[in-house]
């Protein structure tokens, strides 16, 4: 689906979350914002004015590209959903790149939005007791810790199951654990979702190795078509010659024709002519047998 948006930004870092939800679906911005913190967008390729990107959706894997033109945000992915203005997936995949630019943002320094200046420390109240600046670490917790860092780091190592965490309650010592546990499963994570790519690279090289195939079939009955139309145009080429010759034959049969009603006709007038003369030698064979009779009756 395709659609285009009218957008004066001048750079897609500038669209914060709040600005696209104002402007999609309400359902369509909730399921991206899943897809986005769910980590199921990847940006292939961007820059300030144009994004790339991949979404795995609930029904596959979808790719999009994003850009900025002539005032407009054109966006455009290969599902097949009306959402409108934009589908979830490029709603996933802008919210995505807003959340990968922001770190680089931040550390240019303050930017012109108020909002993403970072918030004012809170100030410091007598009545609250002070902040120790010494952690709150006690060395059974972390002697804990160690133990269970070496089997866990052995287990990343190896790919296996770390094994379970010690129970050394709230501190520092337990966000450590949280932190590490934390980062091991967004690894997992990381590497099912590079599974579930590489199964739908699998997947899509195989459409392609059937289309290929089809592709070859069709070019195969294309020049199958080609040779019979070749052979009917030798045909015709002959049909073609013989009608010439039985055209001059009927115009040769016709002077024939012609040339016959003339001799007919002549024949008739010899004929006529034959008549005159029989008619003539009678009249001479009567007029002979009279004279002959004549000096006898004498
Ligand atoms: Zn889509």
């Known amino acids: 689906m395709r659609y285009k948006i009218a957008c004066s930004a001048e750079r897609l870092g500038l669209l914060d979350p709040p600005m696209i939800e104002s402007v999609v679906a309400a359902n369509a911005f909730q399921i991206g914002r899943q897809y986005m913190t769910e980590n199921r967008v990847r940006i292939v390729d961007a820059d300030e004015t144009q994004i790339s990107a991949a979404v795995i959706g609930h029904s596959g894997l979808y790719e999009q ?158 020049k199958a078509a080609q040779s019979a139309l070749h052979t009917l145009q030798r045909e015709t080429a002959r049909y073609q010659t013989t009608l010439a010759q039985a055209a001059a034959l009927v115009e040769e049969v016709m002077g024939q024709e012609a040339e016959i009603r003339t001799a007919a006709r002549e024949l008739l007038n010899k004929a006529a002519h034959l008549d005159a003369l029989t008619d003539s030698f009678h009249e001479l064979t009567d007029s002979l047998h009279l004279s002959l009779k004549q000096p006898s009756t004498k």
């Open 65 to 222: 590209t994003i850009k900025l033109k002539d005032g407009h945000l054109v966006s455009k992915c290969s599902c097949t959903l009306s959402e409108e203005p934009m589908c979830r997936h490029c709603i996933a995949a802008l919210l995505e790149y807003h959340r990968w630019t922001q770190p680089r943002q931040s550390q240019k320094g303050k930017t012109s939005h108020a909002t993403t200046a970072p918030p004012e420390p809170a100030p410091m109240n007598d009545a609250q007791p002070k902040p120790s600046s010494v952690p709150d670490i006690k060395l059974s917790d972390v002697m804990q810790f160690v133990a269970w860092l070496e089997p866990a780091m052995k287990a990343i190592e190896n790919g296996g199951e770390i094994p379970a965490p010690p129970d050394v309650g709230p501190g520092t010592v337990g966000a450590w654990i949280a932190n590490l546990t934390n980062l091991e499963l967004r690894r997992r994570e990381n590497q099912q979702t590079l599974l579930d790519l590489q199964a739908e690279m699998r997947d899509r090289e195989a459409y392609l190795d059937r289309l290929s195939q089809q592709l070859q079939a069709s070019i195969a009955e294309a």
